[in-house]
């Protein structure tokens, strides 16, 4: 069962895991968003976001500043929340 969160509860826990701020966590994070709602609206339902091609996405963004690992570890981290509050989780 899904626990409900904020916003800031997820941008507290992935700046404490990355040691980045949290204005490029949350610009990483809007785009993200941005890529998996256009996959789902592509897909007509829940599609498969493959980890790969969203960092590529957001690191084709001009505004983002960040390098590669810094991305995937945002991405990551946000994973780690949200397979912790029941809302995501890995196809196997």
Not at 47 to 63: C, F, H, K, N, S
Not at 68 to 92: C, H, P, R, S, W
Request: aromatic letters at 6%; zero cysteines.
């Amino acid at each position: 069962m899904a626990v409900p969160y904020t916003e800031q509860e997820l941008i507290t826990f992935v700046t404490g895991r990355t040691g980045l701020d949290a204005a490029a966590v949350r610009l990483v994070l809007k785009h993200a968003q941005t890529y998996i709602d256009q996959a789902n609206a592509r897909s007509k339902g829940e599609a498969e976001i493959d980890g790969d091609e969203l960092t590529d996405y957001v690191l084709g963004r001009p505004d983002v500043k960040l390098n590669e690992l810094q991305v995937e570890a945002i991405l990551e981290a946000e994973m780690e929340f949200l397979i912790d509050k029941g809302v995501a989780g890995y196809d196997d």
